[in-house]
């Protein structure tokens, strides 16, 4: 037996022999790192708030196919699958779903099985030597017409990239970081004693570990500020208050760097989508919906289109957005007297902007300049619909202003 085993034997009988000491190791809080996976990494804040602004741009998208002319195809049977497109999921649900996937592990695999549809999990794939992608799901093989691949793809033609994986070292300090502030403070402040002895500790002195073990009892009982121990001590034993051996300063310092860097792995500058969400929710919906989203709706476009339509289609679906679901109330109001002020569109879209009825008239759906445009009296040269003279011209060219 080697001199490494022998010393390892002799520590493992000396730990036997610790009765009370063992008791009080089971009490010890230790720090260690937090692993990234499925089950917390939304417990980040800061990653859960940035994947809700972009994935909820994309749940409010309305979907649309259309034709290689672009006019749109009504009531189409792929759009009846989005709206619906399995038993647990809504729409919106399998479109926020697959898109916090995409960010996350950097791909998703969307089933098309008939008219349902499905997000695949732990899907292996490989290309064979015509570089066909396969599919396997537990061992059994899915047919490529029924699955798509779709990856945000960084430098590999086969594998998207994430959060998970690009920023992994990033968010495994921020959360290990935001753990030990919350631990501290949930457990009050992590208040430690350290209990000094003048005489050796004997675990075969009964007497002796049986007062350790009661001082132990009384500090572990001391869970709220307002408790107040009295702890009697013999001669030789003292209590010392032990400072937290975390630093709040040091650690928020680490998180106000690194957290924003989070962001950055998502395709946002968080330090410009904050001052923008701070003076101009428009300009900052739009940042995100340029730097983040619109990438996205396009790839999810390309891969969804080949999925209910196959290669040989004419047909494909669109993503809208409606950047103006994201501004406010009076920013809408001050578009729309905009519009009516200058006459680039009609007072029915206006009214439906704002959230009120349209009129569905012609005289609120047609298109009106208003003579701040136009010189008064040459009315009737920017408008075509006038077929009487001039006098009728001028009594319709201003009702219409």
């Given at each position: 037996?080697?001199?490494?085993?022998?010393?390892?034997?002799?520590?493992?009988?000396?730990?036997?022999?610790?009765?009370?000491?063992?008791?009080?190791?089971?009490?010890?809080?230790?720090?260690?790192?937090?692993?990234?996976?499925?089950?917390?990494?939304?417990?980040?804040?800061?990653?859960?708030?940035?994947?809700?602004?972009?994935?909820?741009?994309?749940?409010?998208?309305?979907?649309?196919?259309?034709?290689?002319?672009?006019?749109?195809?009504?009531?189409?049977?792929?759009?009846?699958?989005?709206?619906?497109?399995?038993?647990?999921?809504?729409?919106?649900?399998?479109?926020?779903?697959?898109?916090?996937?995409?960010?996350?592990?950097g791909?998703?695999?969307?089933?098309?099985?008939?008219?349902?549809?499905?997000?695949?999990?732990?899907?292996?794939?490989?290309?064979?030597?015509?570089?066909?992608?396969?599919?396997?799901?537990?061992?059994?093989?899915?047919?490529?017409?029924?699955?798509?691949?779709?990856?945000?793809?960084?430098?590999?033609?086969?594998?998207?990239?994430?959060?998970?994986?690009?920023?992994?070292?990033?968010?495994?300090?921020v959360?290990?970081?935001?753990?030990v502030?919350?631990?501290?403070?949930?457990?009050?402040?992590?208040?430690?004693?350290?209990?000094?002895?003048?005489?050796?500790?004997?675990?075969?002195?009964?007497?002796?570990?049986?007062?350790?073990?009661?001082?132990?009892?009384?500090?572990?009982?001391?869970?709220?500020?307002?408790?107040?121990?009295?702890?009697?001590?013999?001669?030789?034993?003292?209590?010392?208050?032990?400072?937290?051996?975390?630093d709040?300063?040091?650690?928020?310092?680490?998180?106000?760097?690194?957290?924003?860097?989070?962001?950055?792995?998502?395709?946002?500058?968080?330090?410009?989508?904050?001052?923008?969400?701070?003076?101009?929710?428009?300009?900052?919906?739009?940042?995100?919906h340029?730097?983040?989203?619109?990438?996205?709706?396009k790839?999810?476009?390309?891969?969804?289109?080949?999925?209910?339509?196959?290669?040989?289609?004419?047909?494909?679906?669109?993503?809208?957005?409606?950047?103006?679901?994201?501004?406010?109330?009076?920013?809408?109001?001050?578009?729309?007297?905009?519009?009516?002020?200058?006459?680039?569109?009609?007072?029915?879209?206006?009214?439906?902007?704002?959230?009120?009825?349209?009129?569905?008239t012609?005289?609120?759906?047609?298109?009106?300049?208003?003579?701040?445009?136009s010189?008064?009296?040459?009315?009737?040269?920017?408008?075509?619909?006038?077929?009487?003279?001039?006098?009728?011209?001028?009594?319709?060219?201003?009702?219409?202003?």
């Amino acid at each position: 037996m080697g001199l490494r085993d022998r010393f390892s034997n002799y520590l493992y009988k000396q730990a036997e022999k610790r009765g009370w000491f063992e008791d009080a190791m089971t009490r010890t809080i230790r720090y260690g790192g937090r692993y990234v996976d499925d089950d917390n990494i939304l417990e980040s804040s800061d990653v859960y708030e940035l994947m809700q602004d972009i994935s909820n741009q994309l749940m409010l998208a309305t979907i649309s196919v259309e034709d290689h002319e672009g006019n749109e195809v009504k009531d189409h049977s792929a759009l009846r699958t989005l709206r619906n497109p399995n038993d647990y999921l809504t729409g919106s649900e399998f479109i926020k779903l697959m898109t916090n996937t995409y960010l996350l592990q950097g791909e998703a695999f969307p089933v098309l099985d008939i008219d349902e549809l499905h997000l695949a999990t732990n899907v292996y794939t490989e290309l064979d030597d015509r570089l066909i992608e396969h599919f396997k799901v537990g061992g059994e093989e899915i047919p490529g017409s029924m699955i798509r691949h779709v990856k945000n793809i960084g430098t590999n033609h086969l594998n998207g990239v994430g959060l998970m994986q690009l920023g992994r070292n990033t968010l495994e300090g921020v959360m290990s970081a935001e753990k030990v502030l919350t631990d501290k403070y949930a457990k009050g402040g992590l208040m430690a004693f350290l209990l000094k002895l003048d005489a050796h500790i004997n675990p075969s002195n009964g007497a002796q570990s049986k007062l350790i073990k009661a001082i132990l009892d009384q500090l572990e009982q001391i869970d709220e500020s307002r408790s107040i121990k009295l702890i009697p001590l013999g001669k030789g034993y003292e209590i010392d208050a032990m400072e937290s051996p975390i630093d709040d300063d040091k650690t928020l310092a680490y998180l106000n760097v690194y957290k924003k860097d989070l962001g950055k792995f998502l395709g946002i500058n968080v330090d410009t989508y904050v001052s923008l969400m701070q003076t101009d929710l428009e300009k900052a919906m739009m940042y995100l919906h340029n730097k983040a989203v619109r990438p996205i709706m396009k790839n999810f476009e390309d891969h969804l289109s080949l999925l209910f339509f196959g290669q040989n289609s004419n047909l494909r679906l669109k993503f809208k957005i409606n950047i103006l679901d994201f501004v406010t109330y009076s920013t809408k109001t001050n578009i729309g007297y905009n519009i009516v002020r200058t006459g680039i569109t009609s007072p029915d879209n206006v009214a439906d902007m704002l959230g009120f009825p349209k009129q569905n008239t012609p005289e609120t759906q047609a298109i009106y300049i208003s003579n701040d445009l136009s010189k008064i009296g040459e009315k009737n040269a920017t408008d075509d619909s006038l077929k009487g003279g001039d006098e009728d011209g001028e009594k319709e060219g201003n009702s219409g202003s």
